[in-house]
């Protein structure tokens, strides 16, 4: 099992590794010199040649990809153009309310979607089921923000019951910083839940239909029982494996939801940066994003061994 | 042969021969169709549908209620009277035009995407499928590519090209190429394996041939439902490029224009979100629906895993 891990950790080098080369060339070929931007508009043309040989950047490509690498490795991002700090520091700054944001999240989504999945595969064909999945098509189509105003304008202009935009960090106390998270949070679940609600009924479904649901029923088990614990326990794979790859949904909705809620996190950061073209700051944050739905997806990987006692590795 | 073999072949023929038929039948995609023909008819039709050109405003006729009328003034200078079906924004345009010509971009942007990204992804897949030297190289650099969150990717392409609709769609297409070119290698992958690819081998067909010729075909069907997956998508992509300022420049009436335009005063005049929004949802809606329609009735093996 050891060696599965090893390999597994392996396997993801080559994947970040040509991440790393598609973003950097992404970002390198834009048209536009970075040093010149660097240097501010009264830079004399010296000052700006002094600035290109600093950052490498009359090098080659290779070399300069590189030199990009390796300070990667050390956790130099670079500067930002735009907020005139370490890029490391900024996205320190920021980090907070992205992760707490998509937390919540999939502990929303997975605490509402698994139960729904289950109930629908339990009775399928029945009025739960189709409108569960008339709920998940409905939950696929309609756009983040567009659901956000709607929740927005019914939950907290016309109820009352949230604040409308806004983010309490953490330190200012649990209580408000949840109070302000919460319909973010619900907004960004409603696709996550209609993508794992669809695959958990799919394989709840697929595995009420083995015979040891059959036997486990005429030995006499609660419905409850079976469901959990024969049915649910073995549709356990699937339903780990789309969380992991609805994390890329995830990640793209964040940058949404926090635009429309103002909640100053990686995502509103990522918008903001590309609007000011600040590329040092738009490279550090996708490689990141990358990074983390590259490493949660290799967790998930590794997470099989403990649903299904079958796989080893 | 025997008679049971016989019958199952007759059953086949019998099942393709009803396809069409079959599809009509199926309940979401008469929905999914007939919603997305009446939206691709309100969008060609958009100049006589009661609108104006979408780029007139007028001050006096600022931040409308829906229903409510007032003047426009036309490119000509003329002042003409108007209703504001669906209120007016904060420039005085006319949210209806807007919402009506928005469509044209956003089924173009829709349709566009799904051809561009299922044309490479068909070569890229049928190369990575059937050329083993390609495969490993290839599929490395679409991995890459999946590992990167496809709205990310899209902002920041766009955002280092100039924001126009050749580049939004290209932008999108990137992020839904691997996706295609998985799809047709995996099926190229079973299918070349196939007893008829083998002959075609051993009769000399030239690689191309068997590769555009014999296996493409068989691809098709996978190949229709994803692309009405990609078109919804692409649609929700754009839109949301576009609402949050760095997809189609703000000239082009796109629903995420629009509603981009609409956000700052959100709380005063919800009509200038409400509208666009209904139409934006209800567009993805009637894709998606067709797309699970054809699912099942094409694809019944992907049907049975969703």
Same mark, same amino acid.
């Given at each position: 099992?050891?060696?599965?891990?090893? =390999? =597994?950790?392996?396997?993801?080098?080559?994947?970040?590794?040509?991440?790393?080369?598609?973003?950097?060339?992404?970002?390198?070929?834009?048209?536009? +010199?970075?040093?010149?931007?660097?240097?501010? +508009?009264?830079?004399?043309?010296?000052?700006?040649?002094?600035?290109?040989?600093?950052?490498?950047?009359?090098?080659?490509?290779?070399?300069?990809?590189?030199?990009?690498?390796?300070?990667?490795?050390?956790?130099? @991002?670079? $500067?930002?153009?735009?907020?005139?700090?370490?890029?490391?520091?900024?996205?320190?700054?920021?980090?907070?309310?992205?992760?707490?944001?998509?937390?919540?999240?999939?502990?929303?989504?997975?605490?509402?979607?698994?139960?729904?999945?289950?109930?629908?595969?339990?009775?399928?064909? !029945?009025?739960?089921?189709?409108?569960?999945? !008339?709920?998940?098509?409905?939950?696929?189509?309609?756009?983040?923000?567009?659901?956000?105003? &709607?929740?927005?304008?019914?939950?907290?202009? *016309?109820?009352?019951?949230?604040?409308?935009?806004?983010? *309490?960090?953490?330190?200012?106390? @649990?209580?408000?910083?949840?109070?302000?998270?919460?319909?973010?949070?619900?907004?960004?679940?409603?696709?996550?839940?209609?993508?794992?609600? =669809?695959?958990?009924?799919?394989?709840?479904?697929?595995?009420?239909?083995?015979?040891?649901?059959?036997?486990?029923?005429?030995?006499?088990?609660?419905?409850?029982?079976?469901?959990?614990?024969?049915?649910?326990?073995?549709?356990?794979?699937? &339903?780990?494996?789309?969380?992991?790859?609805?994390?890329?949904?995830?990640?793209?909705?964040?940058?949404?939801?926090?635009?429309?809620?103002? &909640?100053?996190?990686?995502?509103?950061?990522?918008?903001?940066?590309?609007?000011? =073209? +600040?590329?040092?700051?738009?490279?550090?944050?996708?490689?990141?994003?990358?990074?983390?739905?590259?490493?949660?997806?290799?967790?998930?990987?590794?997470?099989?061994?403990?649903?299904?006692?079958? &796989?080893?590795? | 042969?025997?008679?049971?073999?016989?019958?199952?072949?007759?059953?086949?023929?019998?099942?393709?021969?009803?396809?069409?038929?079959?599809?009509?039948?199926?309940?979401?995609?008469?929905?999914?169709?007939?919603?997305?023909?009446?939206?691709?008819?309100?969008?060609?039709?958009?100049?006589?549908?009661?609108?104006v050109d979408p780029s007139l405003f007028d001050a006096a006729s600022r931040d409308l209620r829906p229903g409510q009328?007032?003047?426009?003034?036309?490119?000509?200078?003329?002042?003409?009277?108007? *209703?504001?079906?669906?209120?007016?924004?904060?420039?005085?345009? +006319?949210?209806?035009?807007?919402?009506?010509?928005?469509?044209?971009?956003?089924?173009?942007?829709?349709?566009?995407?799904?051809?561009?990204?299922?044309?490479?992804?068909?070569?890229?897949?049928?190369?990575?499928?059937?050329?083993?030297?390609?495969?490993?190289?290839?599929?490395?650099?679409?991995?890459?590519?999946?590992?990167?969150?496809?709205?990310?990717?899209?902002?920041?392409?766009?955002?280092?090209?100039?924001?126009?609709?050749?580049?939004?769609?290209?932008?999108?297409?990137?992020?839904?190429?691997?996706?295609?070119? $998985?799809?047709?290698?995996?099926?190229?992958?079973?299918?070349?394996?196939?007893?008829?690819?083998?002959?075609a081998v051993s009769l000399g067909t030239p690689t191309l041939k068997i590769m555009f010729g014999h296996i493409l075909?068989?691809?098709?069907?996978?190949?229709?439902?994803?692309?009405?997956?990609?078109?919804?998508?692409?649609?929700?992509?754009?839109?949301?490029?576009?609402?949050?300022?760095?997809?189609?420049?703000?000239?082009?009436?796109?629903?995420?224009?629009?509603?981009?335009?609409?956000?700052?005063?959100?709380?005063?005049?919800?009509?200038?979100?409400?509208?666009?929004?209904?139409?934006?949802?209800?567009?993805?809606?009637?894709?998606n629906i067709l797309g699970d329609g054809l699912r099942d009735t094409l694809d019944p093996k992907m049907a049975k895993?969703?």
């Amino acid at each position: 099992m050891y060696t599965f891990i090893a =390999r =597994r950790l392996l396997s993801t080098i080559p994947v970040l590794l040509v991440v790393a080369v598609l973003i950097f060339l992404m970002l390198r070929l834009t048209p536009g +010199d970075p040093a010149a931007i660097l240097a501010g +508009d009264a830079a004399s043309s010296e000052q700006i040649a002094q600035i290109r040989s600093s950052l490498g950047l009359d090098r080659s490509i290779p070399v300069q990809f590189g030199i990009w690498a390796g300070n990667l490795l050390q956790g130099e @991002f670079g $500067r930002s153009y735009f907020y005139k700090m370490e890029v490391t520091q900024l996205i320190a700054q920021r980090i907070e309310p992205t992760l707490a944001l998509a937390t919540l999240t999939i502990l929303i989504a997975v605490l509402v979607s698994v139960p729904l999945g289950v109930i629908a595969a339990w009775r399928f064909g !029945g009025w739960f089921d189709r409108a569960l999945m !008339g709920f998940s098509v409905l939950g696929f189509s309609v756009p983040v923000f567009v659901l956000a105003y &709607i929740l927005i304008w019914i939950v907290s202009l *016309k109820l009352g019951w949230f604040p409308v935009q806004g983010y *309490k960090r953490l330190a200012d106390g @649990f209580w408000p910083f949840l109070y302000h998270l919460v319909l973010p949070a619900i907004t960004l679940s409603v696709i996550y839940i209609a993508l794992i609600a =669809r695959v958990t009924r799919a394989s709840v479904l697929e595995a009420l239909g083995e015979d040891y649901i059959r036997t486990a029923r005429a030995k006499g088990l609660p419905e409850a029982r079976v469901l959990m614990r024969h049915a649910l326990a073995n549709a356990a794979v699937p &339903i780990a494996t789309v969380i992991g790859i609805g994390i890329a949904l995830l990640i793209g909705g964040v940058v949404v939801t926090e635009s429309v809620y103002a &909640i100053p996190g990686l995502g509103r950061l990522t918008v903001d940066a590309v609007l000011a =073209r +600040d590329f040092p700051t738009v490279q550090a944050v996708i490689l990141l994003f990358s990074f983390a739905y590259v490493v949660i997806n290799l967790l998930v990987d590794l997470s099989y061994v403990v649903f299904d006692p079958r &796989i080893r590795y | 042969m025997n008679p049971q073999a016989l019958s199952v072949e007759s059953a086949n023929i019998a099942r393709r021969e009803n396809a069409w038929q079959r599809l009509q039948r199926h309940w979401s995609v008469r929905i999914g169709g007939v919603v997305l023909v009446l939206l691709v008819l309100v969008a060609l039709c958009a100049p006589w549908l009661g609108t104006v050109d979408p780029s007139l405003f007028d001050a006096a006729s600022r931040d409308l209620r829906p229903g409510q009328s007032g003047e426009i003034t036309t490119l000509e200078g003329e002042m003409i009277k108007h *209703k504001f079906l669906m209120g007016s924004d904060s420039f005085g345009r +006319d949210i209806y035009s807007r919402v009506i010509y928005g469509a044209r971009v956003s089924l173009l942007v829709g349709l566009a995407t799904a051809l561009l990204s299922l044309a490479f992804g068909i070569v890229f897949g049928l190369s990575a499928g059937y050329l083993r030297w390609l495969d490993g190289p290839l599929m490395r650099v679409m991995d890459g590519l999946m590992a990167i969150p496809a709205i990310l990717l899209a902002i920041t392409l766009v955002a280092m090209w100039r924001a126009s609709l050749v580049t939004v769609v290209v932008a999108i297409a990137i992020t839904e190429v691997p996706r295609v070119t $998985r799809l047709v290698r995996a099926l190229v992958l079973s299918i070349r394996e196939e007893p008829y690819v083998e002959a075609a081998v051993s009769l000399g067909t030239p690689t191309l041939k068997i590769m555009f010729g014999h296996i493409l075909p068989n691809c098709i069907a996978p190949l229709i439902v994803q692309g009405t997956y990609i078109c919804a998508s692409a649609i929700l992509v754009e839109a949301i490029l576009s609402f949050l300022g760095v997809g189609l420049p703000p000239d082009i009436p796109t629903w995420g224009n629009i509603m981009s335009e609409g956000r700052v005063q959100f709380m005063a005049y919800p009509h200038n979100l409400f509208f666009p929004g209904v139409f934006l949802a209800l567009s993805v809606l009637a894709v998606n629906i067709l797309g699970d329609g054809l699912r099942d009735t094409l694809d019944p093996k992907m049907a049975k895993r969703l």
